[in-house]
């Protein structure tokens, strides 16, 4: 496979520095940058450990969806969390230090990075290794599971689909034994003749092989089964899906009947549900925010309707609380309905997304532009980065009409 390096749509905002008003603003939320204690670049400010590239991935998807120009300095830390065989752990605390067998790697952290890293644009050769990993790690049964070496499961196998299609890699193709990622999948996916959990996916068979119904499992296999990404844009609109049984269902009617089950779940309160060690059941706002997703984007904005609803009216002290990670789910929810992130229920999900790390590049000068970010970005124009001043003399695009510039930079391989 040839890796296209794009130009991102969030080249917007370099219509800024040439006079142009439609470059998104930064965030003027009174709220600090991350703090110094954070590794410089990352986004949020808790410990990384074990959701650094993770959280990142989605922050600079959630900006790149968003018509924000990431900061190099934030594209620059999550590249340099990879390997030197194309897998990127949750987190390495010294990425100038070599990979080793004890840096626990793993499929989900590396598929969300090409996604993240393919939209912004400028790094085909990271994106590049990354798949190559990916590949080389595949499961016998076509999926893959969290680590290298465990057994497959929908979550794993459906955010791996989503690199894949993200990067116009047929996942149809990419096959072990015969079998690609679709076919595991499939595996995972109740039938409708179930009386608990009718049409829904599982995370993988229980102990006793039964597949037990799962609504984050559920809402990552329909994205998967439809071939879509973190990313997805509503679908055609199709009505309310309904659960219908076959001997062997495409992955069309297994999505169609994983979202069934979703709808189900979601009906009269408007939010998924999750219970903690036995403790009365809560609201779960990140699970909502992947159904609503999925919801859209296998039968339209109007079939997520009433979530989208409920999360307008009660997510945004929760992605307050919980960083950036629930801000760009929440994105991802309004991009999947059409709905405006700076206008979700009265809270502008850019601007706090923006001010949980580095400013973006090409926006005004604002509350959360520090003077280290600032002079990383000069530093940026020195070292040729892709997203420096000559970038952003040399690149304008005009919004209403869709024409632009593509960019086809190809960075430095990094050091391990």
Same mark, same amino acid.
């Given at each position: 496979?040839?890796?296209?390096?794009?130009?991102?749509?969030?080249?917007?905002?370099?219509? /800024? =520095?040439?006079?142009?008003?439609?470059?998104?603003?930064?965030?003027?939320?009174?709220?600090?940058? *991350?703090?110094?204690? $954070?590794?410089?670049?990352?986004?949020?400010?808790?410990?990384?450990?074990?959701?650094?590239?993770?959280?990142?991935?989605?922050?600079?998807?959630?900006?790149?969806?968003?018509?924000?120009?990431?900061?190099?300095?934030?594209?620059?830390?999550?590249?340099?969390?990879?390997?030197?065989?194309? *897998?990127?752990? &949750?987190?390495?605390?010294?990425? $100038?230090?070599?990979?080793?067998?004890?840096?626990?790697?793993?499929?989900?952290?590396?598929?969300?990075?090409?996604?993240? %890293?393919?939209? =912004?644009?400028?790094?085909?050769?990271? #994106?590049?290794?990354?798949?190559?990993?990916?590949?080389?790690?595949?499961?016998?049964?076509?999926?893959?599971?969290?680590?290298?070496?465990?057994?497959?499961?929908?979550?794993?196998?459906? #955010?791996?689909?989503? *690199? @894949?299609?993200?990067?116009?890699?047929?996942?149809?193709?990419?096959?072990?034994?015969?079998?690609?990622?679709?076919?595991?999948?499939?595996?995972?996916?109740?039938?409708? $003749?179930?009386?608990?959990?009718?049409?829904?996916?599982?995370?993988?068979?229980?102990?006793?092989?039964? @597949?037990?119904?799962?609504?984050?499992?559920?809402?990552?296999? =329909?994205?998967?089964?439809?071939?879509?990404? %973190?990313?997805?844009? +509503?679908?055609?609109?199709?009505?309310?899906?309904?659960?219908?049984? *076959?001997?062997?269902?495409?992955?069309?009617?297994?999505?169609?009947?994983?979202?069934?089950? %979703?709808?189900?779940?979601?009906?009269?309160?408007?939010?998924?549900?999750?219970?903690?060690?036995?403790?009365?059941?809560? &609201?779960?706002?990140?699970?909502?925010?992947? $159904?609503?997703?999925?919801?859209?984007?296998?039968?339209?904005?109007?079939?997520?309707?009433?979530?989208? /609803?409920?999360?307008?009216?009660?997510?945004? !002290?929760?992605?307050?609380?919980?960083?950036?990670?629930?801000?760009?789910?929440?994105?991802?929810? +309004?991009? /999947?309905?059409?709905?405006?992130?700076?206008?979700?229920?009265?809270?502008?999900?850019?601007?706090? %997304?923006?001010?949980?790390?580095?400013?973006?590049?090409?926006? /005004?000068?604002?509350?959360?532009?520090?003077?280290?970010?600032?002079?990383?970005?000069?530093?940026?124009?020195?070292?040729?980065?892709?997203?420096?001043?000559?970038?952003?003399?040399?690149?304008?695009?005009?919004?209403?009409?869709?024409?632009?510039?593509?960019?086809?930079?190809?960075?430095? !391989?990094?050091?391990?």
């Amino acid at each position: 496979m040839n890796v296209r390096r794009r130009g991102s749509a969030a080249a917007l905002a370099a219509i /800024a =520095v040439i006079g142009a008003a439609t470059a998104p603003a930064v965030a003027a939320d009174p709220s600090p940058s *991350a703090p110094a204690s $954070a590794p410089s670049g990352l986004y949020g400010s808790t410990d990384p450990q074990y959701d650094g590239v993770w959280r990142q991935s989605l922050a600079l998807l959630a900006q790149d969806t968003a018509g924000v120009v990431p900061s190099s300095k934030a594209v620059k830390w999550l590249t340099d969390q990879q390997c030197a065989n194309g *897998a990127f752990a &949750p987190f390495r605390a010294d990425p $100038a230090a070599a990979c080793d067998a004890k840096t626990m790697v793993d499929s989900n952290s590396t598929a969300a990075a090409v996604q993240a %890293l393919w939209a =912004v644009g400028g790094h085909g050769d990271v #994106v590049e290794d990354a798949l190559g990993w990916l590949k080389s790690v595949q499961n016998g049964d076509g999926g893959w599971g969290y680590s290298p070496g465990t057994p497959s499961d929908a979550n794993s196998t459906s #955010v791996v689909i989503g *690199a @894949l299609t993200a990067t116009e890699t047929d996942p149809g193709e990419v096959r072990k034994d015969g079998k690609s990622p679709y076919d595991a999948l499939l595996t995972f996916a109740l039938p409708c $003749a179930k009386d608990k959990g009718a049409g829904a996916f599982a995370f993988q068979p229980d102990k006793d092989g039964k @597949l037990p119904p799962n609504a984050d499992a559920t809402a990552a296999g =329909v994205l998967g089964a439809l071939g879509k990404g %973190l990313v997805a844009g +509503a679908g055609e609109k199709t009505g309310a899906a309904s659960c219908a049984d *076959a001997a062997k269902p495409t992955r069309e009617q297994a999505a169609a009947n994983g979202s069934a089950y %979703l709808a189900a779940a979601l009906a009269g309160d408007g939010h998924l549900k999750s219970a903690l060690g036995g403790s009365a059941d809560q &609201p779960d706002y990140g699970n909502t925010a992947d $159904a609503v997703v999925a919801l859209a984007a296998r039968g339209g904005a109007d079939m997520a309707a009433e979530p989208l /609803a409920w999360l307008k009216k009660n997510a945004a !002290k929760w992605a307050e609380e919980s960083g950036p990670a629930a801000y760009a789910q929440l994105i991802f929810a +309004a991009h /999947a309905t059409g709905t405006d992130p700076r206008d979700f229920g009265g809270t502008d999900l850019v601007e706090r %997304l923006n001010a949980t790390g580095p400013a973006p590049q090409g926006a /005004a000068a604002s509350d959360t532009a520090t003077t280290s970010d600032q002079a990383a970005g000069e530093e940026d124009e020195k070292d040729g980065s892709p997203f420096g001043v000559w970038w952003f003399v040399g690149v304008c695009l005009v919004f209403g009409i869709g024409v632009g510039f593509l960019l086809s930079n190809r960075n430095k !391989k990094r050091q391990p």
